[in-house]
């Protein structure tokens, strides 16, 4: 239907129109301010959550390989049976974080309700363990312990700068397999050269390098049945929760 008197029309409306369009702009305008803030809850949200049996406990941050969390459930679900609470993360969308954001997601995940420990522990596999040396062992105010399976180092040209700033200030156990040439990402070499620039008077990181010599890259993934290696796996496994548990707070 046409109104009679388009001009009349547009007059007596003109003024709802235009203030619904603000009204529309205004709203376009506060989502896509509050767009970075979703994303940086997204990423700082876990996507799977393994409870213990008692169904509280010490806290375990987990942050999966590239490859997502779904390929790290069963290490998640092993952590679990050990006691803890474990929130699996998806390390692509965290690799390149600013260290706030790092800090804002161990802040989150010790505020949960089940979480039993005023500290985090911290397991990373590849891209998850460039995120525990890079980052996570930075911080022991949050983080009590910290174990990085395979991680990526290809990132590392100078281990002792890397090392000093920030320093490292968390017990670390790395554990890699000397067979890993997986896109040259995890080498056992660059591994060799982080622990020994840990080991210098003048550095004196806390990192402590365990090799697996017939072992290849995610060895301890079942998903990955050409390189699972189970005897290996349990032993990392032994390791991983010794280590974690002797730094453990709470």
């Known amino acids: 239907m046409r109104p009679s008197n388009p001009l009349l029309f547009r007059q ?13 702009s205004a709203l376009l305008m506060a989502a896509a301010c509050l767009l970075p803030a979703l994303a ?19 806290l375990l941050v987990l942050f999966a390989g590239a490859d997502g969390p779904l390929t790290h459930l069963e290490q998640a679900k092993a952590f679990g049976r050990e006691g803890w609470v474990v929130l699996v993360f998806d390390s692509n969308s965290l690799h390149s974080a600013p260290p706030a954001r790092i800090r804002e997601l161990l802040q989150r ?11 985090a522990s911290l397991v990373g596999y590849s891209l998850g363990g460039w995120i525990v040396l890079a980052a996570g062992n930075r911080v022991p105010d949050l983080v009590s312990g910290a174990v990085a399976y395979y991680p ?45 620039a840990a080991a210098l ?21 079942p998903a990955y049945r050409q390189v ?21 707070s709470g």
């Open 201 to 221: 008077p003048d550095v004196r990181a806390p990192i402590r390098l365990v090799e697996y010599p017939q072992a290849d890259h995610g060895f301890v993934l």
């Open 228 to 248: 699972y290696r189970p005897d290996d796996d349990a032993d990392a496994m032994r390791r991983a929760n010794e280590h974690l548990r002797k730094f453990a």
């Open 40 to 58: 940086v809850a997204q990423a700082t949200d876990p996507a799977h959550v393994e409870l213990p049996p008692s169904g509280s406990g010490p």
């Open 109 to 119: 995940s010790i505020a949960r309700p089940e979480v039993r420990s005023p500290k």
């Open 152 to 196: 990526s180092t290809s990132l590392i040209d100078d281990p002792k700068a890397f090392l000093a700033h920030p320093f490292v200030g968390v017990p670390t156990l790395v554990l890699a397999g000397v067979l890993d040439t997986y896109m040259n990402c995890c080498t056992i070499e660059r591994a060799r050269a982080l622990a020994a």
């Open 12 to 24: 007596r409306f003109a003024p709802f129109v235009s203030g619904a369009r603000q009204r529309a």
